[in-house]
């Protein structure tokens, strides 16, 4: 199991590396190139693409779920055939829907109405290759899932060499790779899994019970991912109601920039979850700990970045420097935002408990809702909405933390106050000088901090292996 789990993180860890390289290319290069009007329009189609989950009700989700540590050759295949088409037909109605309602839409401009139609148009493409993807992630086939968002990747990255050799700065474009580079990856997927989509029509059949049933246990989930990505977004759309596209864009830049760092830690919780779904629930604690406390240390370490970045970007995209400001602020999300993403969603799907993982969610989207209103239409104070991110997402983390620690009988005060006080310190030395002193000083101080951490880890060690050898 051991041995499993290292080479499937291995995997996972050779994808996000390469997902990495993408984003950092495509964060990096894109606004230089394609100019801010652009470049906002792109990151309008991205935000829009992140409802996708719209089109799939939660099947994906549910199939992810019930396939959770089941080995793929144990699979009921003719079941998944059936589902597989079934889910095509019901996106294809969806996108229908919409694109009707968009006909009688006159309060959006051109270039929005046909961002959302070719962002409708790829979920005919994503949805499936999703329930395709859930599948591999659920039944630990991490080799094949990593393959297929690299092959995605590199299309796409070859995409965009060819965009800036020939100095094609159309958004309309971009999209269209984006779009063309998905097909590849589902073409691909659709071999990979072919035991699966190609068989004979005989072996269709509608289980509309089981169909149901699948779709509930994944709506949860569904529902907790869109009000998830609605908690930040829905920040985002205030800013490009109450401004303009223009800043729009230059705050996406900012958050593609700050989400470098939790693009690499999403999918290790892919990794996490099957081995999860197979431990007892004695086990979890062990876990559970040693995870939170290796990321926690990671992380922090890891906004140490900021201060070369700031400067790589101050130098690169001079442009930009009205919303570069605003980096210091949003970076810290990587924190909160990983923590939420590789850990704690991974624990509560093990757990089943999706209710919870929901609530959370719908809660802090409340909160953000309520305060974006404020903040970008009634005060129309950029700053204010900006910070607004890392807050909601710092009081979801924190919400999340305390109810998983509850139901492990873990100990929670002393770290959640120790993470957030390092953060604040991270605020007030990026605000108080310069960035190279600004680097040398939080590094020294993180630096410090864990050997203390290290030395208490040890000390305690010792202790226990003393009490038990007595």
């Not at 949860?220 to 800043?247: C, D, P, Q």
């Not at 605003?326 to 935002?337: M, T």
């Amino acid at each position: 199991m051991k041995k499993l789990f290292i080479l499937n993180l291995s995997y996972a860890f050779i994808a996000n590396i390469i997902v990495l390289v993408s984003s950092t290319i495509i964060t990096l290069l894109l606004p230089k190139f394609m100019g801010i009007e652009n470049y906002a329009y792109w990151q309008l189609y991205v935000l829009y693409t992140t409802y996708t989950a719209f089109f799939h009700l939660g099947w994906n989700d549910g199939i992810y779920l019930e396939s959770g540590g089941v080995d793929y050759s144990d699979l009921n295949k003719n079941n998944l055939f059936s589902q597989f088409i079934l889910l095509i037909f019901l996106n294809i109605i969806l996108v229908l829907i919409v694109n009707i309602v968009c006909l009688f839409n006159v309060n959006i401009n051109e270039e929005k109405l046909l961002i959302l139609r070719l962002m409708t148009f790829s979920t005919l493409i994503t949805v499936p290759r999703g329930f395709l993807m859930s599948i591999l992630q659920a039944t630990n086939r991490i080799k094949e899932n990593s393959f297929i968002t690299i092959l995605e990747k590199v299309v796409f990255i070859t995409f965009i060499i060819v965009i800036i050799i020939f100095n094609i700065n159309n958004f309309y474009f971009l999209i269209f790779c984006d779009i063309v580079s998905k097909l590849f990856s589902y073409v691909w997927i659709i071999y990979i899994c072919r035991d699966i989509v190609v068989r004979k029509l005989s072996c269709f059949s509608v289980q509309i019970v089981e169909i149901i049933q699948t779709i509930f246990s994944g709506m949860k989930i569904s529902i907790a991912y869109i009000a998830s990505t609605l908690i930040v977004n829905t920040i985002r759309l205030f800013i490009e109601k109450g401004w303009s596209v223009v800043v729009f864009g230059q705050i996406s830049l900012i958050l593609s920039l700050s989400n470098l760092v939790t693009v690499f830690v999403n999918s290790i919780g892919l990794v996490i979850f099957p081995i999860i779904r197979k431990k007892k629930n004695s086990e979890l604690v062990y876990l559970y700990q040693n995870f939170r406390n290796i990321f926690t240390e990671v992380s922090l370490l890891g906004l140490s970045i900021y201060f070369p970045l700031k400067w790589v970007m101050e130098f690169w995209l001079p442009n930009y420097s009205e919303g570069l400001k605003y980096l210091l602020i949003l970076f810290p999300i990587c924190i909160f935002d990983g923590k939420m993403a590789m850990i704690f969603t991974t624990f509560f799907k093990s757990l089943r408990k999706e209710n919870t993982l929901l609530m959370i969610n719908i809660v802090t989207l409340i909160f953000s809702a309520i305060l974006s209103f404020i903040f970008s239409i009634v005060l129309r104070n950029l700053l204010l909405s900006v910070m607004l991110i890392l807050i909601v997402l710092a009081f979801r983390s924190v919400i999340s933390e305390i109810y998983l620690s509850k139901i492990l009988n873990i100990k929670y005060l002393k770290n959640i106050a120790t993470e957030l006080l390092i953060v604040c310190w991270f605020l007030i030395v990026c605000l108080n000088f310069d960035l190279l002193k600004g680097f040398f000083i939080y590094s020294i101080s993180v630096f410090m901090y864990l050997i203390v951490i290290r030395n208490s880890c040890l000390k305690r060690m010792i202790y226990e292996w003393k009490i038990k050898k007595k």
